[in-house]
């Protein structure tokens, strides 16, 4: 809910109740002053592996930027299972994507487009289209603002979203499929005593976004073992294959997430099966994809079942960090001058099956989302070694996975 009021009458308000009077920059930066508002989505109607959905849609908090601490303020029930969203970048609308297969009679999932409050963070539904497959996985937005980019896990394809003026969305403009031979359930450089398994029955993309110059759209396949490299033609709204139009990765290691460095010219990819980084470098020119490095994600004194979830790059470049579900710890690198990753640690997230993270607009806090834990952790994150300090901060919401942040204006 927004409050309007006046800076004299703010001012006013503030002498009745005895607070000394105050400069009218005082006042006014008082009066102004932003908030910083967290949207988290989870599952409502289940929780892969075979789980219950516990949430009820996109739950909307204020946090606290001393603390870290989150205060509900409201929740959005009409949309089933935003298990992922994502913010356009002048944070006037988000896109959350529904992990579903019952939207309509071909058994697709669907996306959802919301116009954001830049004042109070309320949400205001515009419409509800197709992702072009079942049981969509992920979504992004274009570095055009263009286009949605919705990876579907279950159809195995990417399907392209034309963005309208008033940020609606259209029907695809272009949809995917990738084939290719049948790959192992389980990669050969597992962790010792790893019982999990990644599904690779067929292609299963888990991950979709373009490269930070937005010249290239690139894919994980976790079914197929593949990074599949596209351009995205602007007019048409069609992805074209890369004069490279995939990397082959380590069979069975199950691709599933990447994050690049703000240059374009490094690009981290992790294996969900194996719980590995590998470090490569990425030719903005060519969108060719040359692998440097792979590092664990555990400690080698870890033993038992673990797949790695989620990962992300500090805002300032310097530290990577990777959420490894089942064995239910946060790992944290290093980045080195030439691209490569360093451990610095492997830390318990205090939760159960932590999956994504999230820093706060300012950089300070690393959130992230516990989904069999139904509940949201923070962690303070030292800007000059990456060490990540536990606030003791729980926050109940059920069956998270995903978060989007945004400073009022």
Not at 104 to 115: D, I, K, L, M
Not at 290 to 296: D, G, I, L, R
Request: some cysteine; glycine content about 10%; proline content about 7%.
């Amino acid at each position: 809910m927004s409050c309007n009021i006046s800076r004299r009458a703010f001012a006013t308000a503030l002498a009745a109740a005895g607070v000394p009077a105050l400069s009218r920059r005082a006042v006014a930066q008082v009066a102004t002053k932003p908030r910083t508002i967290c949207y988290i989505g989870g599952y409502t109607q289940h929780g892969p592996p075979g789980g219950a959905g516990n949430g009820q849609g996109i739950s909307v908090f204020e946090m606290n930027p001393d603390t870290s601490s989150l205060s509900p303020l409201m929740t959005y029930v009409d949309i089933a299972s935003p298990s992922f969203m994502a913010m356009s970048a002048d944070f006037k609308h988000l896109y959350a994507l529904s992990e579903i297969n019952d939207f309509n009679a071909n058994g697709e999932g669907c996306v959802t487009a919301f116009s954001v409050n830049r004042s109070s963070g309320e949400l205001t539904k515009l419409n509800v289209v197709r992702s072009g497959g079942a049981v969509p996985a992920h979504l992004s937005v274009h570095a055009s603002g263009k286009y949605v980019l919705v990876a579907n896990y279950m159809g195995g394809t990417v399907g392209v979203l034309p963005i309208h003026p008033d940020g609606s969305l259209g029907d695809p403009t272009d949809v995917v499929h990738n084939t290719g031979p049948r790959m192992p359930d389980r990669a050969a450089d597992n962790p010792p005593g790893n019982f999990a398994i990644s599904d690779h029955s067929s292609a299963h993309v888990h991950m979709v976004a373009s490269d930070p110059s937005g010249r290239y759209v690139l894919a994980c396949d976790a079914g197929l073992d593949r990074v599949y490299v596209w351009t995205l033609d602007l007019h048409t709204g069609r992805l074209v294959p890369a004069k490279t139009p995939f990397i082959t990765m380590t069979p069975g290691s199950a691709p599933r997430h990447f994050s690049f460095n703000e240059k374009g010219t490094m690009i981290y990819i992790l294996g969900e099966q194996d719980s590995k980084v590998v470090a490569a470098t990425f030719n903005p020119q060519t969108g060719e994809i040359v692998p440097q490095q792979t590092v664990s994600t555990v400690t080698p004194h870890f033993r038992g079942s673990t797949l790695a979830a989620g990962i992300l790059l500090s805002p300032n470049g310097k530290y990577l960090y990777v959420s490894n579900r089942l064995g239910d710890s946060l790992a944290s690198f290093h980045v080195n001058d030439d691209g490569t990753l360093n451990l610095v640690e492997e830390i318990w997230m205090h939760a159960d099956y932590g999956r994504a993270m999230m820093f706060d607009p300012s950089g300070t806090y690393l959130f992230c989302a516990n989904q069999r834990s139904d509940s949201v952790t923070s962690f303070k994150v030292n800007a000059q070694t990456g060490v990540l300090d536990f606030t003791w901060n729980f926050t109940p919401v059920g069956s998270p996975t995903t978060f989007a942040f945004m400073n009022t204006i």
